[in-house]
Structures are given as C-alpha cells and as structure tokens.
C-alpha cells in the first residue's frame, strides 16, 4: 500500500514536470470574471494587425490577486493574478457602437509552476458564452507575442 | 445652550427641506469609483441624438450598494447606490479606437431624501479629472430624461 501510494506520487510529479514543460496544464475557466476589476476597453477594427482574431470591442478585468500590481502598474505579477479579456462584436448603428455578442474570452493565469513553458502564463480561450477550450498549441503562439511585454501584459490600468 | 441646539436642529431640518424641494442637496464626489463594477460600455458618435453633450466613449459603474440589484436588472436601486458615467473622448487611429482625455464624470446618487424633486436621485457631473461641478440646474435637465426609464436608469448590465 505504501508502496502503490509512493509510486503513485512519482507519476504525479512526472505528469506535473511534463504539464510544465510541453505546456500541457490547462486554465481553469474562471468563475464570477464578470465582477471583477475592469482595466481598460479598446476597439479593434478591420485592417488592424491584430484583427484576427481579436476584431471587435473588448474589456480587460483582473481578479482580486492582481488588482494591486495591475493599477500600480508594477511587474512582475502575482501568483494567482488572472487577466480575462472579454472580445465582443463591435455592434455599429445609428452613431453608436455598443457590444454585440461574444466571439470568446481569452484568460491568462499567471502560476510559474504550472506554466513555466510560457512566460509562468497559462493561455486559454473559452468561445462565445460557453466552456469551450480554443487554444490548441499550449499557448506557445499566445506568449509568442505577449513575450515582448513586460511580464508578458499588454493592458495598462486606464485611471 | 439646550434652546440654541435646539434651534440649530431646527435650522439644519429647515434647510434639509429646502434642499430636497429645491433640488439644491449636492452629489458628493465619489471615492475610488474607478474600481467599483463595470456595467457597460458605449461609444456615442456625432451625429447620435445624445452627442451633445455625450460624444465620446462611456463605461458605467455601480458602488456595492446597487451591484446586486444592476446585475439582477432590479429596480428601484437601493437607497445610497452611486452610478458613475465616465465619459472620454474616443480616440481613433490605425484602426483602433482606445479611450482619450476624460471629458467628464456624470454621477447619479440614489437619495429619496435628499433628492426627492429629480426622482430620488441627484445628478452631478465633475469636469476631466478634476472634482469642478458642472450641473447648474439641481439636475432638472437631467432628470427630465432620465424619468423615460426605469428607476430612471438607462443602464442595463452587459452580461
């Protein structure tokens, strides 16, 4: 019995080094982000670098862990500081552009233990308003580019 | 000095009443908005019947006294709710529309005694990021569309 349960810890730590490697740990869908802090809105529109995918109007919130850091503008961020960028359609009518529906949210998810592959980021997206996972490659495209920030976040708090 | 508090009192009642006939009870400036609840988001272009003078981009936010009762889309707001109208000029450039210089705050402060001649609410707006008031009618231009609504709230929680 000791035996299995001390061989059953070695597979374990082997599944955790391997997650943090190949960036195979997952993000975990994040409840209540909706009430979290907002950071800023931008509007991305057609002809803009970064239009695929992120076309549209979309809201940055962080989670209580981060909120400190986030509006001092201090990096490296906490352990447990979650980002959720919220993309909706930008819906453009009668001299206004409100949100329309929600192409995805993307969520960062700073553990260095689990996502050292990635910046200590974990990448995920969820599609329009369901749990649907996105990210294919383990997040390596996303820190590909997020890589060239600071602590590999683009958002700044708008006061 | 039992009688001249005693007539304080009746002073102070006597000018608590004036001010909620008159609607001359002002808003106070609110603390910390910027972290309360993000509510929504809109971008008003000219053109919009509420250009003037609402052009620009708009996020709205609730204190903890109304969170709950916005996000479950209740009315009427609970006595000491505060809502925040954060209004900059929309920025656009490269494709991409991000927020400019703040124009203004627009706050409505539920106050059934204090403001019971504008609905219960009082209106206030403070002038860039500065605390320099800009209502000048006790909020009666306000109020005369705000009535339209719900609790004479526009503001509807964007899921």
Redesign the interface.
């Known amino acids: 019995m000791i035996r299995k349960t001390f061989g059953s810890i070695l597979i374990a730590v082997a599944v955790w080094q391997v997650s943090a490697v190949a960036g195979t740990a997952t993000v975990k869908y994040p409840k209540n982000w909706?009430?979290w802090?907002?950071v800023?809105?931008?509007?991305?529109?057609?002809?803009?670098p970064l239009?695929d995918p992120f076309e549209g109007?979309h809201?940055v919130?962080v989670n209580p862990a981060g909120?400190e850091a986030i509006?001092a503008g201090k990096t490296p961020l906490p352990e447990g500081t979650v980002l959720v960028f919220d993309l909706h359609e930008a819906a453009a009518a009668?001299?206004?552009?409100?949100?329309g529906p929600r192409k995805f949210i993307g969520v960062m998810e700073k553990s260095t233990a689990k996502f050292g592959a990635t910046g200590g980021w974990g990448f995920e997206a969820f599609k329009g308003?369901s749990q649907e996972r996105a990210v294919t490659d383990g997040g390596a495209s996303c820190w590909n580019c997020h890589a060239s920030q600071p602590d590999g976040v683009f958002s700044k708090w708008?006061?």
């Open positions: 909706r009430e802090t907002h800023k809105t931008l509007i991305l529109q057609a002809g803009h239009a109007l809201h919130y909120k509006e009668d001299n206004a552009i409100a949100e308003d708008t006061k």
